[in-house]
């Protein structure tokens, strides 16, 4: 099973308790893009490292038992 | 065409680099992190949330902690993340959620509520400033809000406390009448404005009779105060006769609480002779009028 086919699969679980297993490493950003319309879900981060936010973000989603991937690489879940 | 190929092109490039697809209860949503750079400020980051699919519901819960969570701002607990139940887990976690809400200090609780409002205002949306100030006009009325909260929120309005921003906010509300451009944003200021009104009328009510004179001479004495903005209000009973009742609502409470507050509106020259000819005529608007009269009756009496 390739990345992408066991992310869709951990997606699809739904009673399972899984969380992410990883930190997000963010080494570089991409600028925004020419005429991209932002989603009213954003917010302008001012003076913050991006693996800071990187950080509190996973540290929040994990609070929320999230599940996903960083960076189109498929993160390990845990079983807890 | 070329440019919007160009613009997708981009994205699909760049949005790899930091880019997280998360999935909280059947709702998949990515997390996209883009570097702006400005003149002033080199270290702008613009944090993004999409959902891709399932409950907007959910997505909305989660986003909303996730963007608090990246502005590195109070970030919701597990506990109070789950007094918004997503479908599959409400039964289960309704027990759970009264449990919790036992334990949430109250205090906390006036405090976020406010916290929200003070974002709502601080938006460079006209929809959520007027949100914002809606809210504000429910939480100081006892027909909508507890005690207790009202009494909270009646306290940020005159005192500000912890949200000096939301008292300085209504205040230029009310203070700056600037004429609109334009008959949409004439509109939007004058339901603001009333809205504004509401609320200091509100708060003056839940605050009257507990012998405390709140009243800062910055903000309420002077030209441009707001003793002298509500005695101008009260002149447009003509053409705004809600405004001017709340106007002179709030005024009777004022004055009726502080001598101080009397002794500035004579300085103003704000007298039951001057009251009388600017602002009542007619039977047209029996409130307004029962109001006035009160206002009368207590500058009469503080000459």
Redesign the interface.
Same mark, same amino acid.
């Given at each position: 099973m390739d990345n992408n086919q066991e992310?869709v699969s +951990?997606?699809s679980s739904?009673r399972r308790r899984l969380n992410?297993g990883s930190s997000?490493m963010?080494? @570089?950003?991409?600028?925004? =893009?020419?005429?991209?319309l932002? @989603?009213k879900?954003? $917010?302008?981060? +001012?003076?913050?490292? =991006?693996q800071h936010?990187?950080n509190?973000? $996973?540290?929040?989603?994990k609070?929320?038992?999230?599940?996903?991937?960083?960076?189109?690489s498929t993160v390990s879940p845990l079983n807890r | 065409m070329c440019g919007h190929s160009l613009t997708l092109c981009s994205i699909l490039c760049f949005a790899l680099k930091a880019k997280a697809t998360l999935s909280v209860d059947g709702t998949e949503f990515c997390v996209q992190l883009f570097q702006v750079h400005t003149e002033k400020n080199n270290d702008c980051v613009i944090v993004e949330l999409q959902r891709i699919n399932g409950s907007s519901i959910v997505f909305h819960t989660v986003a909303r902690s996730l963007l608090s969570a990246s502005k590195n701002a109070k970030v919701l607990s597990t506990k109070e993340t789950e007094r918004h139940p997503t479908s599959s887990t409400r039964s289960r976690s309704s027990n759970r959620r009264e449990g919790s809400n036992d334990r949430m200090k109250e205090s906390d609780l006036f405090t976020c509520t406010l916290e929200i409002v003070d974002s709502l205002l601080k938006k460079d949306r006209v929809d959520a400033n007027l949100l914002g100030v809606e809210s504000l006009q429910l939480l100081t009325n006892t027909r909508s809000s507890s005690d207790a909260m009202v009494s909270y929120a009646s306290n940020v309005v005159l005192n500000g406390g912890d949200f000096i921003d939301v008292r300085d906010t209504l205040i230029s509300l009310l203070v700056n009448d600037e004429p609109a451009e334009n008959e949409v944003e004439d509109k939007y200021h004058q339901k603001m404005r009333f809205c504004a009104l509401n609320v200091l009328s509100n708060a003056l009510d839940a605050l009257s009779g507990k012998d405390e004179d709140n009243f800062g001479d910055k903000e309420w004495a002077g030209d441009d105060g707001l003793i002298a903005t509500l005695f101008k209000e009260m002149k447009s009973a003509g053409s705004r006769p809600h405004e001017a009742y709340l106007a002179a609502k709030s005024l009777l409470t004022v004055f009726e609480n502080s001598v101080r507050m009397r002794a500035v509106a004579l300085e103003l020259g704000i007298s039951s002779a001057a009251l009388q000819h600017n602002t009542i005529d007619g039977d047209d608007y029996p409130l307004l009028k029962n109001v006035s009269n009160d206002l009368l009756q207590v500058l009469g009496e503080s000459k």
């Open positions: 992310g +951990l997606l739904k992410i997000w963010v080494k @570089e950003l991409p600028e925004m =893009p020419y005429l991209y932002k @989603e879900t954003s $917010v302008v981060v +001012l003076n913050d490292s =991006p936010i990187a509190r973000i $996973v540290e929040s989603a609070a929320m038992n999230c599940i996903g991937e960083y960076n189109s | -």
